[in-house]
């Protein structure tokens, strides 16, 4: 695997990955271990995070898949002591795991009278809906940050990555849910940066443009292959006018967990979004 940066300082690191089963996470898993890491791959279906551990073993690199429920204070209490037995403290924990739902989703950007019965305003939004995706964000990286930092504590060299987004700059039209988690994935972020100052454990957070996922690819792309409307305001507003790659995540990911490079760099959030946070539209 060919990385933009290779740091010397994870080879023999314990790295903890959650939502790992992914594109995105599970790349960064793939990186970290071609750098010498013993990486924890975390995902609420096995399959998945064991089919990301084996590409991984037939690399040459050194890492397990485990089932986990980031959500679930009794499973991360369980998964962590499997993963004390299979390698050791744990030094560095990326928060992966995230996402948004139709529940939490409105089919217009501004409010206006249903046109068909199927549109979803405001209004309509449920209250599980909000709760399911503010809990998956937000309680998905405050509970593996409380059960996983314990291993870290007056550590040299032990940091925590979050996953927030560039919508929590500014939030995005349609998803108020996921906006307004992802921006307390950032808050978040910052406050743990200070809180564990003194102990020798940075956190930061990378905060992803728009990258084209399993996830949100419904809503970029018609079912012909073009591009939907939204995706043509995505990129008209992007000033580098195109999607982001999820390799392209992994350069800032190695910088930002290195003890060398970022040693002095604590409760930051980098976008990286092609432009789309500072560009104002005109």
């Given amino acids: 695997m060919e990385l ?10 314990v790295v903890v990955i959650t939502g790992a089963g992914g594109v995105i996470c599970g790349a960064m ?8 890491a013993k990486v924890a791959i975390l995902d609420r279906l096995l399959d998945k995070a064991e089919a990301v551990a084996e590409e991984i073993k037939k690399d040459g690199g050194i890492a397990k898949g485990y089932q986990n429920n980031v959500l679930d204070r009794e499973d991360l209490k369980k998964v962590h002591a499997e993963i004390n037995a299979d390698f050791g403290p744990i030094d560095i924990l990326i928060n992966g795991a995230g996402g948004n739902s139709p529940k939490a989703t409105t089919t217009q950007e501004y409010y206006a009278e249903k ?3 199927e549109d979803i305003s405001f209004f309509d939004l449920k209250q599980e809906g909000v709760e399911f995706v503010f809990d998956l964000n ?5 509970l593996p940050c409380q059960e996983f930092a314990k291993d870290m504590l007056g550590r040299k060299g032990c940091s925590i990555l979050n996953v927030s987004s560039m919508n929590a700059f500014t939030p995005l039209t349609k998803i108020p849910a996921y906006s307004a988690a992802k921006s307390s994935v950032s808050n978040f972020t910052k406050w743990l940066a200070v809180h564990f100052s003194k102990v020798g454990i940075r956190v930061n957070a990378i905060a992803p443009g728009f990258l084209v996922t399993a996830q949100n690819k419904a809503l970029l792309f018609n079912e012909d292959g073009t591009p939907t ?5 995505i990129l008209a507003a992007t000033p580098m006018e195109r999607f982001g790659g999820p390799e392209e ?23 990286i979004d092609g432009g789309f946070s500072s560009y104002a539209g005109v």
């Fill in 249 to 271: 995540l992994l350069g800032a990911t190695l910088f930002l967990i290195d003890e060398r490079c970022a040693s002095f760099i604590t409760g930051v959030v980098l976008p």
């Fill in 29 to 36: 898993s793939k990186a970290i271990a071609a750098c010498g």
């Fill in 4 to 13: 933009p940066i290779k740091p010397e300082t994870l080879k023999g690191k």
């Fill in 115 to 117: 046109e068909k019965e």
């Fill in 229 to 233: 409307a939204r995706t043509e305001k």
């Fill in 138 to 142: 937000f309680l998905g990286t405050f």
